[in-house]
């Protein structure tokens, strides 16, 4: 594997809504089934079906939810020697969706909490390899330092947004955030929210997403803008999560910056007009299908 994935693992129960609910207020609508998610296992996901080589270390419950996660894992030959079977539920996760396809999330952690950096072996993270991080997991600042000792690049989507140390930060690769999570860091170190500003403020190369505008990168050697693909969204959860797997994949199979994330755009486009998280993840060939049409 090229690509590790250190991260969350989430059953999702999607309800869809006439409008998400203002505070206090119960809105009645459909749930479906029982989807997969998390952030992590939706990473893997995505960077596999996008044609990299995938590991995948997180932490599950012994219950039938995980089977919900794992199972599309294991058909995108996602490795899963790296995975906790922990004594907690695994994690879910009820997703509220509008008609406009906007989501509101809340997430029980559960097996989660048990995910721990010792769960990646430094045989994976050698130079060339890529760790993936989230906010979903304990341990993240311990699994970028395991990964720089061994020279793999660290990749981090600040998602949910949450402190971490400067000095931890300022050792990653990249990072990666969306236009709320830029705006909380830039407010812990006083500066812009743009890509430029953190890059100048962190010394690291920042990609910062802006959903239907696409996406624009700062790093040493300049500025980089990928643009979106025209859509009408029907479901924009995971649409992040399939943003940064995409991309890792690229960088993964040598793309420079710039044509990484035009493909992750293209990915996360395709993912907005599907429904569901894991569920919504792209095939290779039909990225490749919407950048020829581009």
Known sequence: ????????????LVFRLPHLPRPGETVLGEAG????????????????RAGAAVGFAGAVGADAAAEVVLAPLR?????LSRLRVAAAPTGLAAVCVDQAGANQIAVSVGANAFARASQL??????????????????????????????????????????AMPP???????????????????????GCGADAASLHAALGIGVVVTLAERGAEAATD???????????????????????????????????????????????AAIACTRPGAGTAMPLLAEIEALLRGA
Do not use: Y
Request: glycine share 12%; net charge negative; with cysteine.
């Open 1 to 12: 594997m090229t690509v590790l994935v250190f991260g969350s693992a989430v059953a999702d």
């Open 33 to 48: 089934a029982m989807l997969p998610g998390g952030k992590g296992a939706n990473q893997a996901l995505a960077a596999a």
């Open 75 to 79: 058909a995108a030959g996602v490795n």
């Open 121 to 162: 072996a430094d045989a994976d993270l050698g130079p060339g390899a890529i760790l993936l991080l989230q906010m979903e997991v304990p341990a993240v600042e311990n699994a970028q330092a395991v990964a720089r000792a061994r020279g793999a690049r660290a990749i981090l989507n600040l998602a949910p947004a949450g």
């Open 167 to 189: 000095e931890a930060l300022r050792a990653l690769h990249l990072l990666v955030a969306n236009e709320p999570e830029a705006a909380w860091l830039a407010g812990q170190f």
């Open 221 to 267: 050697a300049g500025g980089v803008r990928a643009a979106a693909f025209p859509i009408t969204p029907v479901d924009t959860t995971g649409a992040g999560d399939c943003w940064c797997g995409v991309l890792a994949a690229g960088l993964d199979q040598g793309m420079p910056l710039a044509a990484a994330m035009l493909r992750a755009n293209a990915a």
